[in-house]
């Protein structure tokens, strides 16, 4: 990946005005791998401008300069970088405002389709914010206390505190690096892991009553009605999918979260040697082989009914649900 990191240097080197966005409902490693760069490259003397649709999610609010963050892109730019999307699709902004196709695309979701003139993508990654780390130091460009918490906030998220099958040594080797540089590891885990506000903790209750299990397949889904009835504030499930990871015997996890406008969210998780990002991508979503989700246009009830016979036959006929 020399080469492409030679190439994200030229093009850095030759704009003042840098655009960077990643995808709509953002996650941690969205969130933290964003604004880290936008504060290296600030720090480097460039005008750079993180962009999110919806905005910066409540529970990541404690990061350094979430402020910053803009729900619209500025109306130029010399240069465009994308993180952790796996399409133009997932930013949630009409396609329209993208006047040319970006620059350069930071992602590892195996889904990534390369969409930009540059592509950084590497789904061995465990996070986005392991190829933002080696980029910067790659690139000589600033690592400051700020640009430090972000990635480690990346970092820890995606891999739901270094539980992924894709950790390895040299990312808790870098973990520890970004720990030394001064990063909060506890405040980072309990502020965007463990903590829950009491609106998620009643969307929870709602998601729990609805559980149903067939065989190694598990599943919950979550109503309009159940999210204004608890009071909790975004269209996601507020998580609930990794806790029905840690069901006994779950083998496939599948969460519904009806949606504004006849739509619902689908998030699988799943157990290694399956692979759900293919399931997903049958349905216009994408992932990872363990953790992938789409938005399905349909009713809550008529996709609950799509969506599972598909993952009933991913679980009893894996190869042949790939077909």
Not at 71 to 78: F, K, S, V
Request: proline fraction near 5%.
């Amino acid at each position: 990946m020399r080469s492409e990191f030679q190439r994200v240097g030229e093009l850095i080197n030759a704009a003042e005005d840098i655009a960077l966005i990643s995808h709509e409902r953002p996650d941690g490693d969205a969130v933290g791998s964003l604004l880290a760069m936008s504060v290296s490259l600030q720090l480097s003397g460039k005008r750079a401008v993180p962009v999110l649709a919806d905005g910066v999610p409540g529970r990541f609010r404690f990061l350094p300069t979430w402020q910053t963050v803009q729900n619209r892109l500025p109306e130029a730019w010399d240069l465009l970088i994308c993180v952790d999307a796996g399409d133009l699709r997932r930013m949630g902004l009409d396609p329209g405002v993208f006047v040319r196709p970006p620059d350069i695309n930071i992602d590892h979701h195996p889904t990534n389709s390369n969409y930009a003139r540059v592509n950084i993508v590497d789904p061995a990654a465990a996070a986005s914010a392991e190829l933002i780390h080696d980029l910067i130091l790659a690139l000589g460009l600033p690592m400051d206390l700020d640009v430090a918490t972000c990635l480690l906030a990346g970092l820890v998220n995606d891999t739901i505190g270094f539980r992924t099958t894709n950790v390895t040594p040299r990312v808790l080797r870098m973990a520890a690096d970004l720990l030394e540089q001064g990063a909060p590891l506890a405040r980072i885990y309990e502020l965007s892991l463990s903590q829950r506000s009491f609106d998620a903790a009643r969307y929870w209750g709602s998601g729990l009553s609805s559980l149903e299990r067939d065989g190694g397949l598990i599943w919950a889904s979550l109503s309009l009605e159940d999210r204004l009835r608890a009071g909790y504030p975004g269209p996601d499930d507020a998580d609930l999918v990794d806790l029905l990871t840690t069901i006994e015997g779950a083998e496939i996890v599948v969460i519904m979260v009806e949606q504004l406008g006849g739509k619902t969210k689908v998030s699988w998780r799943c157990k290694a040697g399956l692979d759900v990002s293919s399931l997903a991508a049958r349905f216009g979503g994408g992932g990872h082989r363990p953790a992938a989700g789409a938005v399905i246009e349909g009713s809550l009830d008529d996709v609950k009914a799509r969506v599972l016979e598909a993952t009933r036959q991913l679980l009893h006929n894996p190869m042949e649900a790939k077909a």
